[in-house]
C-alpha cells in the first residue's frame, strides 16, 4: 500500500486536493468516487516527486516546529502499543499540511514494505537528517523506540525555542538600526536639498560642515540608486564566492579571529555540537558514529574539519576530552566536562551540563552585546541629526551676525 496524492472536483464543483493510501490508482479512484469525489487526477506521491524538475521544484522543507510535533505524536503513540505503520497513519491524518501528510504516508508505505523506519525516513533527508535517523536507528536496534522518540521531541524543541528566543532578542537592535538609517537617508536625499538650497547659489563662504552636508545630500540624490544597485552586484559577487569551499574555509577562519564575533560562533557551534552529541551517547549511538554526525551540526568549517580531527583521533585510541583539546577550537568547559564524564562513565550527562552552560553563556554574551547596539544606534541617529540640524543653522548664523 502506498500513498497518491489526488485532485478532485466535490458535489459543488470545487476542486479539492488531498492525500489518501491505496494499493493502485484504480483503487483510490473508486475510493474517492465513494466519498462523492470526481477524480481529476491521481498519482503516486513516489513517482510525481521523480517526475518533477528538480530545475523548477524544489521540495517543501518540514520546519523544525513541524518536526518536534511530529516527534512528539509518534512518541505518544508508540508508547500506547499502537503498531508503528498505524502510528504513522495516525499521526499523518492530524496534520493539513499537504506536503507533511505526504512524507508520513510514503514512510508508511516504506514500512509496510519491511523497511525499518529509520532506513524509511532517509527516503526524504531534508526532512530527516542523519542525526534524526541515527536515534531512530538506536532506538529500533535497542527495542526502546517511544523512549527515544520522545528525548528526540524534547531535543528538537529546547533546539527550536532557543534559536527563537535568540532571534527575537536580535529583532529590536537591528530594526532600529535600520529604521535609523532609512530616516537619515530620506532626510539627506528629499529634506536637506530643500532647506540648503539657498545658501547653494550665495557668493560667501559656507563653513565647513555645511560644504560636507551639501555634497553628501548631492552624492545621495544623484548616485543613491546606483550605490543600491552595486550593493545588489556585491551581495550577489559574495555569494557566488562563497561557493567555493576553500573560499567558505578562509573566510570561516577569518570569522574566528574576529573578537566578539569570534566567541559567539564558538559558544553557539559548541553548543549544538555538545547537546546533540549528548543525545546520540545516551541513545546508544556508538561513540564514534555519534562524533560523525555531530560534526554535521557545526556551521563553522574551521571547527568541523577539527571536529573530524577530534573522530581520526579517538579512532586511533585517544580519549575523547584529549581530542578535544588537541583541537583547540573547543571551550575549556567542553573539555572538562567531557573529561569528567569519561571518568565517571556519565559521558552524555555531562555533555548535557556543558551544552547548557553553554547556552547561558551565549545568551549572556548577545544580551551584553545587543545591550550595547541599542543605545550606540540611539547616539549615532541622534549625532546625525544634531550635525544635520547644525550644518543647516550654521549659516543663518553668520546671516545673524551680518545684520
Known amino acids: 500500500m502506498g500513498a497518491f496524492s489526488y485532485r478532485a472536483l466535490d458535489a459543488t464543483g470545487k476542486t479539492v486536493k488531498g492525500t489518501v493510501e491505496g494499493d493502485s490508482e484504480r483503487q483510490v479512484r473508486v475510493q474517492l468516487r465513494s466519498q462523492q469525489l470526481r477524480p481529476l487526477d491521481v498519482a503516486s506521491v513516489t513517482k510525481r516527486e521523480k517526475e518533477r524538475s528538480p530545475l523548477f521544484h524544489r521540495t517543501k522543507n518540514i520546519s523544525g516546529r ?6 512528539r505524536q509518534l512518541a505518544s503513540l508508540v508508547n500506547s502499543g499502537l503498531p508503528l505503520d498505524e502510528s504513522l497513519k495516525a499521526a499523518a491524518k492530524q ?7 505526504e512524507t508520513l504516508l510514503h514512510v508508511r508505505s516504506k514500512v509496510l514494505e519491511g523497511l525499518p523506519l529509520a532506513q524509511a525516513l532517509g527516503e526524504n533527508p531534508k526532512a530527516f537528517d542523519d542525526m534524526y535517523r541515527a536515534l531512530v536507528r538506536a532506538g529500533e536496534s535497542a527495542g526502546y523506540l517511544g523512549p527515544v522518540l520522545e528525548r528526540l521531541a524534547d531535543y528538537t524543541e529546547s533546539s527550536q525555542h532557543t534559536r527563537q528566543k535568540l532571534k527575537m532578542a536580535m529583532i529590536y537592535p537591528f530594526v532600529l538600526l535600520g529604521v535609523s538609517v532609512t530616516v537619515i537617508s530620506l532626510l539627506m536625499a528629499f529634506v536637506v536639498p530643500k532647506l540648503i538650497g539657498i545658501f547653494e547659489h550665495s557668493q560667501r563662504a559656507l563653513p565647513w560642515l555645511t560644504e560636507v552636508l551639501i555634497s553628501t545630500s548631492h552624492f545621495i540624490t544623484e548616485y543613491g540608486l546606483l550605490c543600491l544597485v552595486g550593493l545588489a552586484g556585491l551581495s550577489f559577487a559574495w555569494k557566488y564566492w562563497m561557493r567555493a569551499e576553500e573560499k567558505r574555509r578562509q573566510w570561516h577562519g577569518l570569522l574566528l579571529k574576529m573578537p566578539v564575533i569570534g566567541g559567539v560562533i564558538i559558544q553557539s557551534d559548541s553548543s549544538r555540537f555538545a547537546g546533540t552529541l549528548s543525545m546520540l551517547v545516551g541513545s546508544g549511538v556508538p561513540l564514534l558514529e555519534a562524533l560523525r554526525i555531530a560534526a554535521q551540526v557545526l556551521s563553522n568549517l574551521v571547527m568541523r574539519e577539527a571536529c573530524q580531527g577530534v573522530v581520526l583521533a579517538v579512532k586511533e585510541g ?7 583539546d588537541q583541537a583547540e577550537v573547543f571551550p575549556p568547559l567542553l573539555v572538562q566536562m567531557a573529561a569528567s564524564g569519561e571518568a565517571n562513565g556519565e559521558l552524555d550527562k555531562q555533555l548535557e551540563h556543558a551544552a547548557r552552560n553553554q547556552e547561558r553563556e551565549l545568551e549572556l554574551m548577545l544580551g551584553t552585546a545587543l545591550g550595547l547596539l541599542e543605545p550606540l544606534t540611539i547616539a549615532f541617529m541622534g549625532g546625525m541629526v544634531t550635525m544635520i540640524v547644525m550644518a543647516i543653522l550654521l549659516p543663518i548664523f553668520d546671516l545673524n551676525k551680518l545684520v
Do not use: G, Q, V
Open 66 to 71: 513541524d518536526i518536534t510535533l511530529i516527534t
Open 95 to 101: 496534520h493539513r499540511k499537504t506536503h507533511i501528510k
Open 318 to 324: 585517544s580519549s575523547l576530552h584529549r581530542a578535544l
